[in-house]
């Protein structure tokens, strides 16, 4: 209950940073910091569950749930200021609702989880790719790095006189690669997830089952 607390609170913290990134400059730096509080948050929720001994096969599709929403209302404002590409969000989007719903039918199916000891995932290397501790602090850290430099480029927009132009040319050249590292790192993350649940792309009995249950 608490992990799932945190979640929500994370979830409703992005939108209040979102709204700040919408102001002044001062508004867009306070809203650098709480970015990185809300990356904390996301690995508070999973340290309290396992302290707590409050870990659930639920908890751990919330929390996937959060991610999802923060990540893509993050990406989704960035685009519409004109500094993110508009092909960024249209990948995250589609690569997540196909993910996502191949984790669902392996849950619902199956049991099987995202990640830990009922991982959907059948062999080590996709196991790796996708959910390994590893995997997720790399391509965690990758976002993070994303949005902070991101964040800050909205902030600089406001002053541009903070920063040399050359530098400033040179930081958002910097940051558009790291975010489509993170593009990259995203698509590598998810294919794993296609092809080990490809059985059930192709399984004829149990997505009738779920539009006759819809």
């Known amino acids: 209950?608490?992990?799932?607390?945190?979640?929500?609170?994370?979830?409703?913290?992005?939108?209040?940073?979102?709204?700040?990134?919408?102001?002044?400059?001062?508004?867009r730096i306070t809203a650098v910091l709480l970015t990185i509080l809300v990356v904390y948050l996301d690995s508070l929720d999973g340290i309290v569950a396992r302290k707590l001994g409050l870990a659930s096969e639920f908890g751990a599709l919330f929390d996937?749930?959060?991610?999802?929403?923060?990540?893509?209302?993050?990406?989704?404002?960035?685009?519409?200021?004109?500094?993110?590409?508009?092909?960024?969000?249209?990948?995250?989007?589609?690569?997540s609702f196909l993910v996502d719903t191949l984790r669902s039918v392996a849950f619902a199916k199956e049991g099987k989880?995202?990640?830990g000891e009922k991982s959907m995932m059948r062999s080590s290397f996709t196991h790796f790719l996708t959910a390994s501790r590893f995997s997720r602090a790399v391509y965690g850290a990758g976002k993070v790095l994303a949005f902070i430099l991101l964040g800050a480029i909205l902030a600089l927009n406001k002053k541009p006189e903070l920063l040399p132009q050359n530098a400033f040319d040179q930081l958002k050249l910097f940051t558009q690669s790291i975010v489509w590292i993170v593009v990259v790192m995203n698509l590598i993350r998810g294919l794993p997830v296609l092809w080990d649940g490809r059985a059930y792309l192709f399984d004829k009995k149990f997505p009738r089952l779920l539009k006759d249950a819809g």
């Open 1 to 27: 209950m608490a992990a799932n607390i945190i979640t929500l609170g994370r979830i409703v913290l992005t939108f209040f940073v979102i709204i700040l990134f919408l102001g002044g400059f001062y508004f």
């Open 113 to 115: 989880t995202p990640f």
């Open 64 to 95: 996937i749930t959060g991610d999802r929403i923060v990540e893509q209302i993050y990406w989704i404002v960035f685009t519409s200021v004109g500094i993110v590409s508009f092909w960024v969000p249209i990948i995250f989007v589609c690569r």
